[in-house]
C-alpha cells in the first residue's frame, strides 16, 4: 500500500526536497505572523513576528500599549529576531492596526485557536 495517499507527511518537518515544501516559505521573512499561546487557564499571549527592518518593534510596541490598553514586551529570540509579545488575544487588533499603517493585509498571517 503505498500509493498517494499513504505517502508520509510530518507537518512539522523542517522543508525538504522529499516532501515538497521550501525552506524559504518557513523562515518568516516574507510574512508578518501574528500568533497566540495559551498561558496559565484564560490567559494568553499574542505574539508578532517577521516584522519589517525598517519598522522600530520598541516604538510599534508603546503604540500597541496605548491603543489596546494591554501590558507587553520585545524579545530577542534567534531564529525570528525581534519578537513583539502582547498580553491577551490582541490578533484582529494588531492586523486592523498594521493594514491602517499602510502594511498589506496579504503579508500579514493570523495564527491560532
Do not use: W
Not at 500597541?64 to 525570528?80: H, L, R, S
Amino acid at each position: 500500500m503505498s500509493g498517494p495517499i499513504f505517502n508520509k507527511y510530518d507537518p512539522f518537518a523542517e522543508g525538504d526536497a522529499e516532501s515538497g515544501i521550501n525552506e524559504s516559505d518557513n523562515t518568516g521573512s516574507d510574512y508578518i505572523h501574528i500568533r497566540i499561546q495559551q498561558r496559565n487557564g484564560r490567559k494568553t499571549l499574542t505574539t508578532l513576528s517577521g516584522l519589517p527592518r525598517q519598522y522600530d518593534p520598541k516604538k510599534l510596541l508603546k503604540a500597541f500599549k496605548k491603543e489596546f490598553a494591554c501590558n507587553g514586551t520585545v524579545v530577542a529570540d534567534e531564529e525570528a529576531g525581534e519578537v513583539i509579545q502582547l498580553q491577551g488575544d490582541q490578533r484582529l487588533k494588531i492586523a486592523t492596526f498594521l493594514t491602517t499603517e499602510g502594511i498589506d493585509k496579504n503579508i500579514i498571517k493570523l495564527h491560532g485557536f
